[in-house]
């Protein structure tokens, strides 16, 4: 890998960020109008805008794509470079009103994310960086929470799961938790250290945290698969289990401390 290739996906990441941003400007969250995908998903209009966008300004030739927003073309898993990218990640949010969704692109090289940026354009926060440069905060260099404990840590947690019942069995932990949309806007916010700790029980995409991945461990954090293992992108199924991302001082006692609540194949 060329010395320059993190530092020249980072600049078309920021490129393609300020193009996406520009888009979303001449949409208005809480008034657009939503389709739904199977599964009743919402999609809109702002979604696919931006995914075209998106292709327009990063993709070149020998490289791979994979988009929620896209057709899966399974040639990516033939690439060494691989854009995997939610045009807009936390729709139900922008369709609600809700400033917490973000456009979320990410750089893979050989499964690895090694770049990434987020966008929320709602609240005006830009989080980019990759392994070599290290992460920014609207252009103020930014690391992970150094807490050492969980003890009064704060940690993001899925609107939806929330709203389902599935965080009450950590009424009690020693964690403040705030319900927050958009995985990959809560993962960037643990990248800038602004929380300490996001994970989620629930099975997400790799567009949905291949960016938030590469930005956390790009500032220093620690990144794990349920199992306990390194995130690995470009897979043929781009589904996975769950995901926790926290300061890294915190990754051990955070494993020990939600073992217990596990889904039975991930422990």
Same mark, same amino acid.
């Given at each position: 890998?060329?010395?320059?290739?993190?530092?020249?996906a980072?600049?078309r990441?920021?490129?393609a960020l300020?193009a996406?941003r520009?888009?979303?400007?001449?949409?208005t969250?809480g008034?657009?109008q939503?389709?739904y995908k199977?599964g009743?998903?919402p999609?809109t209009e702002?979604d =696919?805008?931006v995914? !075209?966008?998106? $292709? @327009?300004?990063l993709?070149?030739p020998?490289?791979?794509?994979?988009?929620? *927003?896209s057709?899966?073309d399974?040639?990516?898993?033939?690439?060494?470079?691989?854009w995997?990218v939610?045009?807009?990640d936390?729709?139900?949010?922008f369709v609600?009103?809700?400033?917490e969704f973000c456009?979320?692109?990410?750089?893979v090289?050989?499964?690895?994310?090694?770049?990434?940026g987020?966008?929320n354009?709602?609240?005006?926060?830009l989080?980019?960086g990759s392994?070599?440069?290290g992460v920014?905060?609207?252009? =103020?260099p930014?690391? !992970?929470?150094? $807490? @050492?404990?969980?003890q009064?840590?704060?940690?993001?947690?899925?609107?939806? *799961?929330?709203?389902?019942g599935?965080?009450k069995q950590?009424e009690?932990?020693?964690?403040q938790v705030?319900?927050m949309?958009?995985v990959?806007?809560?993962?960037g916010l643990v990248a800038?250290g602004?929380?300490?700790?996001t994970?989620?029980?629930t099975p997400?995409?790799?567009?949905?945290?291949?960016?938030g991945?590469?930005?956390?461990?790009s500032?220093?954090g620690?990144?794990?698969?349920?199992?306990g293992?390194?995130l690995?992108c470009?897979q043929?199924?781009?589904?996975?289990?769950?995901l926790?991302a926290c300061?890294?001082?915190?990754?051990? *006692?955070?494993?020990?401390?939600?073992?217990?609540?596990?889904p039975?194949n991930?422990?």
């Amino acid at each position: 890998m060329k010395d320059n290739f993190q530092s020249e996906a980072l600049q078309r990441i920021q490129s393609a960020l300020e193009a996406a941003r520009l888009i979303l400007s001449h949409f208005t969250p809480g008034e657009i109008q939503t389709e739904y995908k199977a599964g009743h998903d919402p999609v809109t209009e702002a979604d =696919r805008s931006v995914d !075209a966008a998106l $292709r @327009q300004e990063l993709l070149q030739p020998g490289e791979g794509w994979l988009s929620e *927003e896209s057709a899966d073309d399974l040639s990516r898993l033939d690439k060494e470079r691989v854009w995997v990218v939610d045009p807009l990640d936390g729709t139900r949010e922008f369709v609600a009103g809700i400033p917490e969704f973000c456009v979320s692109v990410a750089m893979v090289y050989r499964g690895k994310p090694v770049a990434g940026g987020i966008c929320n354009p709602a609240t005006g926060e830009l989080i980019t960086g990759s392994l070599e440069s290290g992460v920014t905060l609207n252009g =103020r260099p930014a690391q !992970a929470s150094r $807490r @050492q404990g969980l003890q009064g840590a704060l940690v993001l947690a899925s609107r939806s *799961e929330v709203k389902r019942g599935e965080w009450k069995q950590f009424e009690d932990a020693p964690f403040q938790v705030k319900a927050m949309g958009s995985v990959a806007y809560k993962l960037g916010l643990v990248a800038a250290g602004i929380a300490d700790v996001t994970f989620t029980l629930t099975p997400k995409h790799e567009w949905d945290v291949a960016a938030g991945a590469a930005l956390v461990e790009s500032a220093g954090g620690a990144v794990r698969t349920l199992e306990g293992g390194s995130l690995v992108c470009n897979q043929k199924s781009p589904l996975l289990s769950g995901l926790l991302a926290c300061g890294p001082l915190l990754a051990d *006692e955070l494993m020990q401390a939600i073992s217990a609540h596990l889904p039975i194949n991930s422990r």
